[in-house]
């Protein structure tokens, strides 16, 4: 599929990590045109783009924005979520290594469209380089008059911070991330209220992940109707990063169109790997439940994947080929749910254990149809109840894993047949 690159046109452009390269490419374009329009058209610039926030739930920006409050001095925060800690996710962490003005300017906007002067970048604590370059490149900005006390020589000053994280998953999770980045434990919070009224030290917060804020940069320099004219419907609309795992010829981060059917991101990372058939696919991350080969046609934006009963989340695209155990991938992730889980309110705590307890049971060849049914009655007890939404993200693939392939798994158990047989991914001895 032939597309123009706008989020990674940088990437592999080294001069774009410096000031002075990234404006080679029209850098800083945008924050010059946002500075000259007043902070509430620029919300509705991108209210109209119809862009909806890339972390994982989908949330529009621009309403998001406007939910701050106006006319009143207290001071304002922008956090950018960099903490991806989602399994399989790894596009945000190319846009900061490759292109962190991209980053940088579309934080300032936001700050500019919400009165506030002050940015935290939350990064997760297992990127140390794209930590370093954006230090490098933040140091840069403000040598170069974009960060300060007068942006481009506006009067509106805005600073920008990296705050590291300690590698928790929870502190993904908006509250989550506020707690450690006031120096607390990393636990959510109880909502409401929410972060645009009481946010990063009790001050209204607008809280948006890194793909997010670089869109809202391409917002401002093409204007809102250049992004709408790019993907699927009024709903689904700009340009989208997918990062493709699993059983594929060529693993990686991929732009399209958002609404690009599943089909045709895996035609664009060279197919299956070694020709092999697809048995399953994950459209958005570990928190997205599984999909079966039968839906390979789906179009990969929010609304056609919540009508099938997954989502898009990161969209982080797992592929699994006819040799995967699908228990044991469910497990795999359950054990990383049940690890991750703070452990603050007891549905969370209690159901992710136990739900890795009976997929361990099943896989290790000592499970029982009855534990399918057992299963069937914890998931409704975990997702929808929790403090914070990581019961649900747990209850996903094994929900999926009950619904889409339930037979084979019957029929797996009443013939003794687990554990299935592991089946190296790679042929190390044809690699050599």
Same mark, same amino acid.
């Given at each position: 599929m032939a597309f123009e690159r706008v989020l990674t046109r940088n990437v592999g452009r080294a001069a774009a990590r410096t000031v002075r390269g990234y404006r080679e490419s029209g850098g800083y374009e945008a924050l010059g045109r946002a500075l000259k329009l007043d902070p509430g058209e620029i919300v509705e610039e991108v209210k109209r783009s119809g862009l909806r926030g890339r972390g994982g739930a989908g949330f529009p920006c621009g309403a998001k924005w406007g939910f701050v409050p106006r006319?009143?001095? /207290?001071?304002?925060?922008?956090?950018?979520?960099?903490?991806?800690?989602?399994?399989?996710?790894?596009? $945000? @962490?190319?846009?900061?290594?490759? $292109?962190?003005?991209?980053?940088?300017?579309?934080?300032? #906007?936001?700050?500019?469209?919400?009165? =506030?002067?002050?940015?935290?970048?939350?990064?997760?604590?297992?990127?140390?380089?794209?930590? @370093?370059?954006?230090?490098?490149?933040? /140091? $840069?900005?403000? $040598?170069?008059?974009?960060?300060?006390?007068?942006?481009?020589?506006?009067?509106? @000053?805005? &600073?920008?911070?990296?705050? @590291?994280?300690?590698?928790?998953? #929870?502190?993904?999770?908006?509250?989550? *991330?506020?707690?450690?980045?006031?120096?607390?434990?990393?636990?959510?919070?109880?909502? !409401?209220?929410?972060? =645009?009224?009481?946010?990063?030290?009790? =001050?209204?917060?607008? #809280?948006?992940?890194?793909?997010?804020?670089?869109?809202?940069?391409?917002?401002?320099?093409?204007?809102?109707?250049?992004?709408?004219? %790019?993907?699927? &419907?009024?709903?689904?609309?700009? !340009?989208?990063?997918?990062?493709?795992?699993?059983?594929?010829?060529?693993?990686?981060?991929?732009?399209? !169109?958002?609404?690009?059917?599943?089909?045709?991101?895996? &035609?664009?990372?060279?197919? *299956?790997?070694?020709? /092999?058939?697809?048995?399953?696919?994950?459209?958005?991350?570990?928190?997205? !439940? *599984?999909?079966?080969?039968?839906?390979?046609? %789906?179009?990969?934006?929010?609304?056609?994947?919540?009508?099938?009963?997954? *989502?898009?989340?990161?969209?982080?695209?797992?592929?699994?080929?006819?040799t995967t155990c699908v228990v044991r991938a469910a497990l795999r992730l359950a054990r990383f749910f049940a690890h991750e889980s703070c452990g603050q309110c007891t549905p969370c705590r209690e159901g992710t254990n136990w739900m890795r307890l009976v997929l361990e049971r099943i896989e290790s060849g000592h499970g029982s149809e009855a534990d399918l049914d057992l299963l069937a009655r914890v998931v409704p007890n975990v997702g929808g109840i929790s403090l914070c939404a990581l019961g649900d993200a747990a209850q996903g693939p094994v929900k999926s894993l009950i619904e889409k392939f339930g037979d084979e798994i019957r029929d797996n158990l009443r013939n003794r047949r687990y554990p299935l047989p592991r089946v190296p991914f790679f042929d190390l001895g044809a690699v050599a």
């Amino acid at each position: 599929m032939a597309f123009e690159r706008v989020l990674t046109r940088n990437v592999g452009r080294a001069a774009a990590r410096t000031v002075r390269g990234y404006r080679e490419s029209g850098g800083y374009e945008a924050l010059g045109r946002a500075l000259k329009l007043d902070p509430g058209e620029i919300v509705e610039e991108v209210k109209r783009s119809g862009l909806r926030g890339r972390g994982g739930a989908g949330f529009p920006c621009g309403a998001k924005w406007g939910f701050v409050p106006r006319g009143t001095d /207290r001071t304002k925060y922008i956090v950018c979520n960099a903490d991806e800690s989602e399994p399989g996710t790894f596009k $945000d @962490r190319l846009l900061m290594e490759h $292109d962190p003005h991209q980053l940088i300017e579309g934080c300032v #906007i936001a700050g500019r469209a919400v009165a =506030a002067n002050t940015t935290y970048i939350y990064i997760r604590g297992e990127y140390t380089h794209a930590a @370093r370059v954006l230090e490098e490149a933040i /140091r $840069d900005a403000y $040598d170069q008059g974009v960060l300060g006390a007068s942006v481009l020589g506006s009067g509106f @000053r805005h &600073d920008v911070y990296v705050h @590291r994280g300690a590698g928790a998953y #929870i502190c993904g999770e908006e509250t989550g *991330m506020l707690e450690s980045l006031e120096g607390k434990r990393g636990q959510p919070r109880v909502k !409401p209220p929410f972060p =645009a009224v009481v946010g990063a030290f009790g =001050a209204p917060t607008v #809280i948006n992940n890194v793909e997010t804020l670089c869109c809202v940069t391409h917002i401002l320099q093409r204007g809102s109707e250049w992004f709408k004219s %790019i993907g699927t &419907d009024e709903r689904n609309t700009g !340009p989208k990063l997918y990062a493709i795992s699993g059983h594929v010829e060529r693993p990686g981060t991929y732009e399209y !169109p958002i609404g690009v059917t599943f089909q045709e991101l895996l &035609d664009g990372c060279g197919g *299956m790997y070694r020709g /092999r058939a697809l048995k399953a696919f994950i459209p958005g991350g570990a928190s997205a !439940p *599984m999909l079966t080969a039968a839906e390979s046609g %789906i179009r990969m934006d929010f609304d056609n994947l919540a009508k099938a009963g997954s *989502m898009l989340g990161s969209a982080a695209v797992i592929v699994m080929d006819e040799t995967t155990c699908v228990v044991r991938a469910a497990l795999r992730l359950a054990r990383f749910f049940a690890h991750e889980s703070c452990g603050q309110c007891t549905p969370c705590r209690e159901g992710t254990n136990w739900m890795r307890l009976v997929l361990e049971r099943i896989e290790s060849g000592h499970g029982s149809e009855a534990d399918l049914d057992l299963l069937a009655r914890v998931v409704p007890n975990v997702g929808g109840i929790s403090l914070c939404a990581l019961g649900d993200a747990a209850q996903g693939p094994v929900k999926s894993l009950i619904e889409k392939f339930g037979d084979e798994i019957r029929d797996n158990l009443r013939n003794r047949r687990y554990p299935l047989p592991r089946v190296p991914f790679f042929d190390l001895g044809a690699v050599a």
